[in-house]
């Protein structure tokens, strides 16, 4: 079983959409945890980190379940420049290697 | 430009060679990380350093594979024996210890094809 799973998708939503992404992972010794974007054939970067309390950052809100070991990403309002792949990734406790999921690729259309 | 940078972008090497990468982390970074990348797949951690010192490495660094950063500025990967197996995007990543936790700053990588 992998460490941390996605849907991989597509999900392929119209521009306006809400849509919400979710991830699992397995290791209960996980300490960190956040949402990386890829767009086609680049680098990962940081979009966000997320919290126990939830976290938002202006059209994206991230939320953590740490009881059900369960993270999601909630974009509103979606934008065709938000196409990409959204990588869930954790880290474990006194490491400082990133664990990501495989992703799932978003397709915003007009 | 101040970011990571990798080279080469890309490297084509027949079954059996021998490919080095160089990695030049953001400069006042003293952790580089090396992640690979395939199809369909997020990064998998290979191995990292903090200033010279390797301080893990992944079970899938196999003996083929070796990671230097000498002077604890550039890095280099090299892959011995290289097999079609290996065919991945490699990517390196920096960060400033102390930094929040999760901030690494990813490279273009470098996309290896083994024929």
């Known amino acids: 079983r992998k460490e941390v799973e996605q849907d991989p998708g597509p999900f392929n939503v119209p521009e306006g959409a809400t849509v919400a992404f979710n991830c699992t992972y397995s290791?209960?010794?996980?300490?960190?945890f956040f949402w990386y974007r890829q767009d086609c054939r680049k680098e990962p970067k940081l979009l966000m980190s997320v919290y126990s309390s939830g976290n938002e950052d202006g059209r994206f809100t991230a939320q953590l379940n740490r009881a059900s070991q369960y993270i999601s990403l909630l974009i509103r309002d979606s934008k065709l420049s938000d196409s990409a792949t959204y990588l869930c990734v954790v880290i474990l406790y006194n490491t400082d290697k990133l664990i990501f999921g495989t992703g799932t690729r978003l397709q915003v259309f007009p | 430009d101040t970011g990571v940078s990798q080279n080469p972008r890309h490297k084509i090497t027949k079954r059996g060679q021998n490919v080095t990468f160089r990695c030049d982390p953001i400069?006042?970074?003293?952790?580089l990380y090396w992640y690979r990348q395939t199809l369909g797949q997020g990064p998998e951690f290979l191995t990292y350093?903090?200033?010279?010192?390797?301080?893990?490495k992944s079970r899938l660094l196999s003996d083929r594979f070796s990671a230097e950063r000498p002077k604890g500025s550039f890095s280099t990967l090299e892959i011995q024996r290289t097999e079609q197996g290996d065919s991945a995007m490699y990517l390196c990543?920096?960060?400033?210890?102390?930094?929040?936790?999760?901030?690494?700053?990813f490279g273009p990588g470098t996309r290896l094809t083994v024929t």
């Open positions: 990543a920096s960060s400033l210890e102390r930094s929040g936790v999760g901030e690494q700053y």
């Open positions: 290791n209960s010794a996980s300490q960190s």
């Open positions: 400069s006042e970074h003293n952790r």
């Open positions: 350093f903090q200033n010279e010192a390797q301080l893990e």
